[in-house]
């Protein structure tokens, strides 16, 4: 099994769809989790951290159940300037640092 | 605001030369590290350091030299291209004690090896 293993997609929903994606990982004692959003031929960036159940930012809604260990992204009320890649990520053991990325999801919006 | 700074953006290569791809960064972050991203693989760790003078390897190393001779640079070294080190390479740094999880990312490097 793979470390983070994410459905690579693409989601193609209208504007104001609510979408989710799914993040599945292997190391049970993996305390800290986060989403990347990278658009098209950029660079990855910091999106939301996930350190207990679940995290709220605005649109954007991350949930974390340890006991089947996966973790979500909700997007609700998609914009178009949500269209990206987004990627699950999960530290390494002991460390917040060296990062183990997912393949990513690509989500696309259009009108 | 420099951040990250990578340089070259884009380098072709022939199978068998050897090339460093620069990194450097302005933020006196103590960790930096290197992933290069494949289609459909997202990103791997090539080699990561904690500080000056201190590196280590990550998941996908060989082919790869680095070195940590001041905070600010981070060099890959490239020995011997290969077409199997044809990909997209980013470098990264973050605070040591930062627990939010994020890396700050150079803008990329696109590698082709013939």
């Known amino acids: 099994r793979k470390e983070v293993e994410q459905d690579p997609g693409p989601f193609n929903v209208p504007e104001g769809a609510t979408v989710a994606f799914n993040c599945t990982y292997s190391n049970s004692a993996s305390q800290s989790f986060f989403w990347y959003r990278q658009d098209c031929r950029k660079e990855p960036k910091l999106l939301m951290s996930?350190?207990?159940s679940g995290n709220e930012d605005g649109r954007f809604t991350a949930q974390l159940n340890r006991a089947s260990q996966y973790i979500s992204l909700l997007i609700r009320d998609s914009k178009l300037s949500d269209s990206a890649t987004y990627l699950c990520v999960v530290p390494f053991s002991g460390g917040y640092n060296k990062l183990i990325f997912g393949a990513g999801t690509r989500l696309a919006v259009h009108p | 605001n420099a951040g990250v700074t990578q340089t070259p953006k884009f380098q072709v290569l022939k199978t068998g030369q050897s090339m460093t791809l620069q990194c450097a960064q302005d933020?006196?972050?103590?960790?930096m590290s290197w992933y290069r991203q494949d289609p459909g693989m997202g990103l791997r760790l090539i080699h990561y350091?904690?500080?000056?003078?201190?590196?280590d390897q990550g998941e996908v190393p060989n082919g790869y030299n680095v070195s940590r001779s001041t905070t600010e640079d981070f060099p890959l070294r490239l020995l011997s291209a290969a077409p199997s080190q044809t990909s997209v390479y980013f470098c990264a740094s973050s605070s040591a004690g930062d627990r939010t999880g994020e890396l700050f990312f150079g803008e990329g490097s696109r590698l082709t090896v013939l």
């Open positions: 933020m006196n972050h103590e960790y």
């Open positions: 996930v350190y207990s």
């Open positions: 350091s904690v500080g000056a003078g201190i590196t």
